[in-house]
């Protein structure tokens, strides 16, 4: 298994010490691995000292995993991106080219897996370690799932989505480049706005986009995040009203989050957009049309790079119960039918979006 940079190969007494002593793990399970040593301790006696005590002793590699197990973070949900392929392909071409990349990904342990059963998609399912150095030893690594989707549509060509992360997104880069080595480079279409810098089309994109899901009605936006860059002083402008002037016009904060219902309607972010500010993230309500009782769907749509509006991402985060007659606190995730039919109806209303404020 070839891994970089450093690896925990012992995990020294303080190390046990300081994990036992968090908050995730609980006291039963120091009594557990105590107990599995024949120890056993009275329900009285603190975890402070049971985490002395155990830290003593020599710990092997399951009592590692019983602890890290405890400490490690549930992964959150993560976002989904997608892009056209503008160039024919076959599906031949993406199969062949899956095989080549779960060779590569079997000698770095990861587990790949794809299912072909539809004639019009080909699922991938990759589970990996995501591990991160900064974190405390037993809590390095922190297993992962992801999805990739090649999806061909009526006219033939397919498209592509994936959990939208750097490891995912450098997996599909891979497959990407397989399959042009096989035939024509892919040409790609994504949705990205860096061909319009003008805050007032960015901003409209997001409230094209929030009401634009086909067979669903906008409830409310709770969330709305807005961004301006910060443009310095020019060098060699040593003028000081020059500097008064630049301190007076330049904003010194970047980003600006708003939260609450139909924040999109407040006055706040209506002085936002006067001075250059635009929306780079939303997170809103949508309820289907075709009944008054169903469900309320929240959904977040944002560019994960502000200052140029590229890298777009979606999900669907949750959905909130409707009951009688009205919106509860009660919330459920969401069925895996409800988030593909979703993920289809915001790639949609994207790309009309888009058409939208270019004008084609």
């Given at each position: 298994?070839?891994?970089?940079?450093?690896?925990l190969y012992f995990?020294?007494d303080?190390?046990?010490?300081?994990s036992?002593?968090?908050r995730a793990?609980?006291?039963?399970l120091?009594?557990?691995?105590?107990?599995?040593?024949?120890?056993f301790?009275?329900a009285k006696?603190?975890?402070?000292e049971?985490?002395?005590?155990?830290s003593?002793?020599t710990?092997?590699?399951?009592?590692?995993?019983?602890?890290a197990?405890?400490l490690g973070?549930?992964?959150?949900?993560?976002r989904f991106?997608?892009?056209?392929?503008?160039?024919?392909?076959?599906?031949?071409q993406?199969?062949?080219?899956v095989?080549?990349?779960?060779?590569e990904?079997?000698e770095?342990?990861?587990?790949?897996?794809?299912d072909?059963s539809?004639?019009?998609?080909?699922?991938?399912e990759l589970?990996?370690?995501?591990?991160?150095y900064?974190k405390?030893e037993?809590?390095?690594v922190?297993p992962?799932?992801a999805?990739?989707?090649?999806?061909?549509?009526?006219s033939?060509?397919?498209?592509?989505?994936?959990?939208?992360?750097?490891?995912?997104?450098a997996?599909?880069?891979?497959?990407?480049?397989f399959i042009?080595?096989?035939g024509?480079?892919?040409?790609?279409?994504?949705?990205?706005?860096?061909?319009h810098?003008?805050?007032?089309?960015?901003?409209?994109f997001?409230?094209?986009?929030?009401?634009?899901l086909?067979?669903h009605?906008?409830?409310?936006v709770?969330?709305a995040?807005?961004?301006?860059?910060?443009?310095?002083k020019?060098?060699?402008d040593?003028?000081?009203?020059?500097?008064?002037k630049?301190?007076?016009?330049?904003?010194?904060v970047e980003?600006?989050?708003?939260?609450?219902r139909?924040?999109?309607?407040?006055?706040v972010?209506?002085?936002?957009?006067?001075?250059?500010?635009?929306?780079v993230?939303v997170?809103?309500?949508?309820?289907?049309k075709?009944?008054s009782?169903?469900?309320?769907?929240?959904?977040?749509?944002?560019?994960?790079?502000?200052k140029?509006?590229?890298?777009?991402?979606?999900?669907t985060?949750?959905v909130l119960?409707f009951?009688?007659?009205?919106?509860?606190?009660?919330t459920?995730?969401p069925?895996?039918?409800?988030?593909?039919?979703l993920?289809?109806?915001?790639?949609?209303?994207?790309?009309?979006?888009?058409?939208a404020?270019?004008?084609s």
């Amino acid at each position: 298994m070839k891994r970089f940079g450093p690896a925990l190969y012992f995990a020294s007494d303080k190390v046990i010490f300081d994990s036992i002593n968090q908050r995730a793990v609980n006291v039963d399970l120091v009594r557990e691995l105590l107990e599995e040593r024949g120890i056993f301790v009275s329900a009285k006696t603190p975890k402070d000292e049971l985490a002395k005590y155990f830290s003593r002793l020599t710990a092997d590699y399951f009592d590692h995993q019983s602890i890290a197990g405890k400490l490690g973070r549930v992964a959150k949900k993560e976002r989904f991106t997608a892009f056209d392929i503008d160039n024919p392909i076959e599906r031949q071409q993406i199969v062949d080219a899956v095989k080549e990349i779960k060779k590569e990904l079997d000698e770095r342990g990861e587990v790949l897996n794809f299912d072909t059963s539809n004639p019009d998609r080909v699922v991938i399912e990759l589970a990996y370690d995501h591990i991160d150095y900064t974190k405390a030893e037993l809590r390095q690594v922190q297993p992962r799932d992801a999805i990739i989707e090649f999806i061909k549509d009526s006219s033939g060509k397919y498209s592509v989505r994936n959990t939208h992360n750097n490891h995912i997104d450098a997996v599909v880069e891979r497959i990407c480049k397989f399959i042009g080595d096989s035939g024509a480079p892919i040409s790609r279409t994504t949705v990205n706005l860096q061909s319009h810098p003008e805050a007032a089309k960015r901003t409209r994109f997001f409230e094209e986009l929030i009401k634009g899901l086909a067979g669903h009605d906008l409830v409310t936006v709770t969330e709305a995040f807005c961004y301006k860059p910060i443009k310095g002083k020019a060098p060699g402008d040593d003028d000081e009203d020059d500097d008064e002037k630049e301190l007076e016009d330049s904003p010194l904060v970047e980003r600006v989050g708003l939260r609450g219902r139909a924040v999109t309607k407040s006055l706040v972010i209506d002085g936002l957009f006067k001075t250059g500010y635009y929306i780079v993230k939303v997170i809103w309500h949508v309820k289907p049309k075709s009944s008054s009782d169903s469900d309320v769907f929240e959904l977040e749509a944002q560019f994960s790079e502000p200052k140029d509006c590229t890298q777009f991402s979606y999900q669907t985060k949750r959905v909130l119960i409707f009951e009688e007659g009205k919106i509860t606190d009660k919330t459920r995730h969401p069925k895996a039918a409800e988030e593909a039919e979703l993920a289809q109806l915001i790639e949609q209303a994207a790309k009309s979006a888009y058409k939208a404020i270019a004008g084609s």
